[in-house]
Structure formats: C-alpha cells, structure tokens
C-alpha cells in the first residue's frame, strides 16, 4: 500500500478541511497521514510514497515556512510523486481559479525552487464571525475592492468540492 503524506500550511483552517476531504478519497489508494508542514519530520517525508502540500494565502502570500519546507526538502519532493495547492479567495473568480490564471500559484510557481508536477487551486473561506477585529475589516476591505461579501455577521464558503474531488482523484493516477 502506497504511503501518502498530506501536508497543510493554513492560518484559519479551511486549507486542513480541504486536505481531510482529499485524505478521504486517496485512503481508498493507500495509508493516509495528514499533518502540518511545520511537525512533519525529515525520515516522515523519505518514508512516503506521495506528497501532497496544501498551503492558504493571507493578505498576498504563501506563509513563509511553505517556502522554508520547499527548500529544505526539494530533493526528496522530487524523488516522489508530489502535488501542491493553494486555497485562497480570489479563486472565487472564474477567470482566476485554475493553475494557469490564479496570481498566487503563478507567484508560488515563480518564488519556489520545488517545482510540484500536479498543481490545484481551490477558493477558500471567508468566515467573518471568526476573525479578530484587523482581520475582519481588512478582509471586509479586500472583499468590497473585489465584488465580495461584505457581511461581517456572516461566513462565505467559496470552495467547489467537486473541484476538490476531481482533483484527489487525479493527483496520483
Ligand atoms: C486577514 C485575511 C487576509 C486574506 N488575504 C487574502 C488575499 O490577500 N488574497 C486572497 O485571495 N485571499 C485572502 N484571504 C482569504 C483566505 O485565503 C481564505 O480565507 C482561505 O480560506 C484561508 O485558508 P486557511 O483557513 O486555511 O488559512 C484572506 C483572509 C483573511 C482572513
């Protein structure tokens, strides 16, 4: 049974409720072990078969230990079958939710040296209730230049699971 390593970089969570859906659907192909990247150890990640990194934006960026991990551990990435995605909200948008057309996979793509050979975007969450005053009013602000919601007594979840879906199943065909 192959051994598949799921690892999230996320602030808020959602990006962790993405990776388990995916780990549902890849433990039909072998052992699932979903973690963050900042616990996984070096032995973990040469005794895995696949790696799959999942990684949310905030205000523009890819956490920085994203790319610490890439670097750290490019050569065993690309010894194994590996994929990336990124969950953010301007992949609510149609015209910037896939690979080619989403700025912060294009961005990601451009900055790591890790060059993942599968790639998703998924929109995320905006969970207003949950978020400390700066964030919400900041994000309010973001959501309100881009057409978003603009509730703060509300929570917004963007994402297509079907996407999601499609996606699990095709990573490691
Ligand atoms: C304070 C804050 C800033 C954000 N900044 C951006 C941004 O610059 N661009 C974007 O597309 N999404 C942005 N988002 C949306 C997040 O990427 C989205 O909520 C995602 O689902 C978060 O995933 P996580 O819960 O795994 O951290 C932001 C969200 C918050 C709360």
């Not at 690979?99 to 040296?113: D, E, R, V």
Request: with cysteine; aromatic share 12%.
């Amino acid at each position: 049974m192959d051994k598949i390593l799921i690892l999230f970089s996320t602030t808020d969570g959602h990006t962790v409720s993405i990776c388990n859906r995916i780990g549902e659907i890849l433990s039909a192909t072998g052992s699932v072990i979903i973690s963050s990247l900042e616990d996984i150890s070096q032995i973990e990640l040469e005794n895995a078969d696949k790696v799959l990194v999942g990684a949310s934006i905030r205000y523009g960026k890819h956490n920085k230990n994203l790319f610490s991990f890439s670097r750290k551990y490019k050569s065993i990435l690309d010894s194994k079958e590996n994929a990336f995605f990124s969950v953010n909200a301007v992949a609510r948008k149609p015209e910037k939710n896939d690979p080619g057309t989403n700025p912060y996979l294009i961005k990601f793509l451009k900055q790591s040296s890790w060059q993942p050979k599968k790639l998703g975007v998924f929109a995320g969450k905006i969970d207003y209730p949950k978020y400390k005053f700066i964030d919400k009013y900041m994000i309010r602000l973001i959501m309100w230049i881009t057409d978003g919601p603009t509730d703060i007594r509300k929570s917004f979840e963007f994402t297509d699971w079907s996407k999601v879906d499609d996606f699990a199943n095709d990573i490691f065909k």
